[in-house]
């Protein structure tokens, strides 16, 4: 029965429109195949490599990362060079001026964690976004110079580099500085992105960023960025000192100047990537490798695994009434922990292995009621004993060998803080809005926090970055992460639900509609094109607050299949795209 209605389902995601019958009878044909989001190839198509695999946000990007792959090179160094490539044809999210995180899983199943994440600069302080009064100055967090943390990104794929590369960095380097001297043809929705943001970038930089704002953008125009392509011959040059110290780091520090800015050429010397312990958990006959603190996204989605992992979800059906309440009471559990124990390990305790106990964790959802919703004001964090537009980018790899790597790394919101470093040509990130700024004050995702991620002086605000790495009886199975602030957790949460309960292809997980619950506010966010009818209403019923908003992440994975071939997902919400052989 479950096959078959596996069978029915993966063949009604992938074809649309009713195609088949047979066998279907117990599913809405119609109803389902109206609900794939974005019916377009990309949406629906199946690829499938042999050898190779890199998904990015942007196919130029990709290609870049699959040649290195194609000249000998090794996933790390093809995560590298993708990186640099993303910062010039993807400048809302890639960058060189904030940060991320990557997992990666050798084919030796080794497996290791990059928290190339940024920090608060040495002059920030714990009220630096509220008044007099105590109150928070508005936008201070998230538009100019007081919004960037000290970034990230370069020392994380130097370090990334020095421990895992097998091709010299400038050849890592070089793609991304041609990309930009002979410039990139802008998509539609990148060419919107930079007609968005003109005036904010006016407003906000030092200096009219001439290459962004050259003209008014529109789809299939070349973006030349000489500037950019000069900081990128510095770093390839001088490596992490072509960045953090000397030209580079003058222009930062100058920019930071003249806008109110606190960073200062000693953050940026002193900025240092962090190699880290993966947290491992499990799901079912599953291994998941994630990330640990200073994001709450691998221990947040450990937790999720494991609460539902007992549950009949499979039986119950995808996005049924039941599944969906299930999930939301979990959620609603998870992103309350978050709120009060997740904050830079490195400042505050978290408590990791408590928030993981599995008995802690079945205790916690053992309340669930089938029928009855559990109000968010009644849930607290779960511990006894008190412990003190978007846009981010993620790109998934697979190598020759089998070696993995996930990255998701990010400016924060679109475009960052909107500064653009004068004559680097660069965004700075407003990563700063991470931080809880003040206890109980939601950021620009609506999450709360207090005193485990409260402002520091070079602490790392913390994030809910997910790039994870699955392994199927010891070998590798899934890489998988996405984009979307607050929601990043629970896309990666369903995107492995839906492969691992559902049978989904991998193109299927990520193409389908989402939703969202993070604790306050006390609201399911769904996709435009929602829940079906039934689930719907009956969750109206139930007395849950449902509301449409944006598209929900933009997951960029690849499955490993049993016969060893790769399988593309690449998100369809995006201008996402494979490239493999
Ligand atoms: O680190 C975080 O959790 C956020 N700064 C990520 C931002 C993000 O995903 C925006 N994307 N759509």
């Not at 110079?145 to 010299?168: F, N, Q, T, W």
């Not at 000192?241 to 003058?250: D, K, L, S, T």
């Not at 060998?401 to 960052?416: D, F, P, S």
Request: charged share 25%; glycine share 10%; hydrophobic share 40%.
């Amino acid at each position: 029965m479950i096959k078959t209605y596996h069978f029915c389902l993966r063949t009604l995601f992938l074809y649309g429109i009713v195609i088949l019958s047979v066998g279907c009878s117990t599913v809405n044909q119609k109803k389902e195949s109206d609900r794939i989001i974005d019916v377009d190839d990309r949406a629906i198509q199946e690829i499938v490599a042999e050898n190779a695999m890199v998904v990015s946000a942007h196919p130029i990007a990709s290609e870049i990362g699959l040649q290195i792959i194609k000249n000998g090179g090794n996933a790390i160094d093809a995560a590298i060079a993708t990186h640099f490539a993303l910062a010039v044809a993807y400048p809302s999210a890639g960058n060189l001026g904030g940060g991320g995180f990557m997992v990666l899983r050798l084919q030796n199943g080794k497996t290791d964690a990059l928290d190339f994440r940024e920090v608060a600069p040495k002059a920030a302080d714990r009220d630096m976004y509220l008044d007099k009064n105590g109150e928070v100055k508005e936008g201070k967090s998230l538009y100019g110079h007081l919004a960037a943390g000290v970034p990230g990104s370069v020392d994380g794929m130097i370090k990334a580099h020095e421990r895992y590369g097998s091709i010299p960095l400038p050849k890592l380097i070089q793609p991304a500085i041609d990309l930009a001297k002979k410039g990139v043809l802008l998509t539609k929705k990148e060419a919107e992105k930079l007609n968005k943001h003109r005036e904010n970038f006016i407003k906000y930089s030092s200096s009219p960023p001439k290459d962004f704002i050259r003209k008014k953008w529109k789809a299939g125009d070349t973006l030349f960025q000489a500037d950019l392509a000069h900081t990128l011959e510095q770093i390839k040059e001088r490596g992490r000192a072509g960045f953090y110290e000397g030209e580079i780091a003058a222009k930062i520090v100058d920019e930071m100047n003249q806008g109110g800015g606190l960073i200062s050429f000693e953050d940026l010397k002193n900025y240092q990537a962090q190699w880290r312990k993966p947290l491992i958990g499990s799901y079912k006959n599953h291994k998941v490798i994630t990330m640990p603190p200073p994001s709450s996204g691998g221990l947040a989605l450990l937790q999720m695994l494991k609460m539902i992992e007992d549950f009949p979800v499979q039986q119950w059906g995808w996005q049924n009434k039941k599944t969906v309440h299930l999930m939301v009471e979990i959620e609603k559990r998870v992103y309350a922990d978050r709120a009060k124990y997740l904050g830079d390990p490195d400042f505050f305790d978290v408590p990791v292995n408590q928030l993981l106990d599995e008995i802690y964790l079945i205790d916690r959802i053992a309340g669930f009621d089938k029928n009855k919703i559990t109000a968010s004001a009644t849930i607290g964090a779960g511990l006894e004993a008190p412990v003190e537009s978007e846009e981010t980018t993620h790109f998934s790899i697979v190598d020759t060998q089998g070696n993995a790597v996930a990255i998701t790394t990010t400016l924060n919101r679109e475009m960052g803080s909107k500064v653009v470093v004068n004559g680097a040509g660069f965004l700075l990130n407003n990563e700063m809005d991470d931080f809880s700024i003040k206890p109980g004050h939601p950021n620009s995702y609506g999450l709360i926090g207090g005193k485990a991620n409260a402002i520091e002086p070079q602490k790392r605000m913390l994030s809910s970055m997910t790039p994870t790495i699955l392994e199927k009886n010891g070998e590798l199975f899934m890489v998988v992460g996405t984009p979307g602030g607050s929601t990043i957790i629970t896309s990666v949460f369903q995107t492995i639900l839906n492969v691992v309960e559902y049978g989904q292809t991998m193109q299927q997980a990520v193409s389908l509609p989402r939703f969202h619950h993070q604790w306050l506010p006390d609201t399911i966010y769904t996709e435009q094109i929602g829940f079906d009818k039934k689930t719907h209403n009956h969750l109206l019923k139930m007395g849950y607050i449902i509301k449409k908003r944006s598209p929900i992440g933009k997951v960029d994975a690849i499955l490993r299949r049993e016969d060893g071939k790769l399988e593309a997902g690449a998100d369809p919400r995006g201008d996402d795209a494979a490239a493999f052989y």
